[in-house]
């Protein structure tokens, strides 16, 4: 099972690539979200080995806590959430204009756009929380405050994380076909609830969630577009 984590990274930026090259319109916002997603990688640590302890290329994970496959893997995830909701519901961007960016409902623009960040740090220092949920939480409450200033954008935001759950558990389950034991061997669940859905862990799924909520509206909102229907 050595390789497992690599090539279901790889998997992932296969479907990131394939959505880049077939979907012209999208690319500019798939990239610009995939470089910001990238640093996401640098959290492993908080979650190797308190969340999971899974095999890596050169046994980085185990020796250092970081691994090459969650660069690869936040890469992917971060381009595909943002355009996921637009392909499937023939949507495209328009950019709002700037008096309308003077509304009073965008006065904590800058602030939302960083909730996730801070709750996370504030319930990982004050609480004894294991870190998978720290991010979830503070996921959940970005994405619900996102609609404080962007209400138009609570279709983006709400399918947008059932959309991704979904292609989440395809491709988590998948790899469940081939190794079963994948996560009974490296999931730390007795740090966790111990809950499976078909054998992947609910903190996947509800991770997969929250991620889908806050970044699937999350270029919308920091680029100041808003959405509009297209023919194709």
């Given at each position: 099972?050595?390789?497992?984590?690599?090539?279901?990274?790889?998997?992932?930026?296969?479907?990131?690539t394939?959505?880049?090259?077939?979907?012209?319109?999208?690319?500019?916002?798939?990239?610009?979200?995939?470089?910001i997603?990238?640093?996401?990688?640098?959290?492993?640590?908080?979650?190797?080995?308190?969340?999971?302890?899974?095999?890596?290329?050169?046994?980085?994970?185990?020796?250092?806590?970081?691994d090459?496959?969650?660069?690869?893997f936040?890469?992917?995830?971060?381009?595909?959430?943002?355009?996921l909701?637009?392909?499937?519901?023939k949507?495209?961007?328009v950019e709002?204009?700037?008096?309308?960016?003077s509304?009073?409902?965008?006065?904590?623009?800058?602030?939302?756009?960083?909730?996730?960040?801070?709750?996370?740090?504030?319930?990982?220092?004050?609480?004894?929380l294991?870190?998978i949920?720290c991010?979830?939480v503070g996921?959940?409450?970005?994405?619900?405050?996102?609609?404080?200033?962007?209400?138009?954008l609570?279709?983006?935001i709400?399918?947008?994380?059932?959309?991704?759950?979904?292609?989440?558990?395809?491709?988590?389950?998948s790899?469940?076909?081939?190794?079963?034991?994948?996560?009974?061997?490296?999931?730390?669940?007795?740090?966790?609830?111990?809950?499976?859905?078909?054998?992947?862990?609910?903190e996947?799924?509800?991770?997969?969630?929250?991620?889908?909520?806050?970044?699937?509206g999350?270029?919308?909102h920091?680029?100041?577009?808003?959405?509009?229907?297209?023919?194709?």
């Amino acid at each position: 099972m050595q390789y497992v984590w690599f090539i279901w990274s790889l998997i992932i930026l296969a479907l990131w690539t394939v959505i880049y090259l077939f979907k012209i319109d999208s690319r500019k916002e798939m990239l610009k979200m995939s470089l910001i997603t990238i640093p996401f990688g640098l959290t492993e640590p908080l979650f190797v080995p308190k969340y999971w302890l899974p095999p890596s290329l050169f046994d980085l994970a185990e020796k250092t806590g970081f691994d090459i496959e969650s660069f690869i893997f936040s890469f992917a995830i971060g381009g595909i959430v943002t355009v996921l909701y637009n392909l499937i519901f023939k949507r495209g961007l328009v950019e709002i204009p700037r008096i309308e960016r003077s509304h009073n409902k965008h006065r904590l623009h800058i602030y939302i756009l960083f909730i996730p960040v801070i709750l996370f740090i504030l319930l990982a220092l004050f609480t004894s929380l294991n870190h998978i949920y720290c991010g979830i939480v503070g996921l959940f409450v970005g994405g619900l405050a996102t609609l404080y200033c962007r209400p138009d954008l609570k279709g983006k935001i709400w399918v947008g994380g059932i959309l991704f759950t979904v292609l989440y558990f395809i491709y988590f389950g998948s790899i469940l076909i081939f190794y079963p034991l994948y996560v009974e061997l490296y999931w730390n669940l007795d740090n966790l609830t111990h809950i499976l859905v078909l054998g992947i862990p609910i903190e996947e799924l509800l991770f997969a969630f929250t991620f889908g909520m806050y970044w699937s509206g999350l270029y919308e909102h920091l680029y100041w577009r808003k959405l509009i229907k297209t023919k194709a």
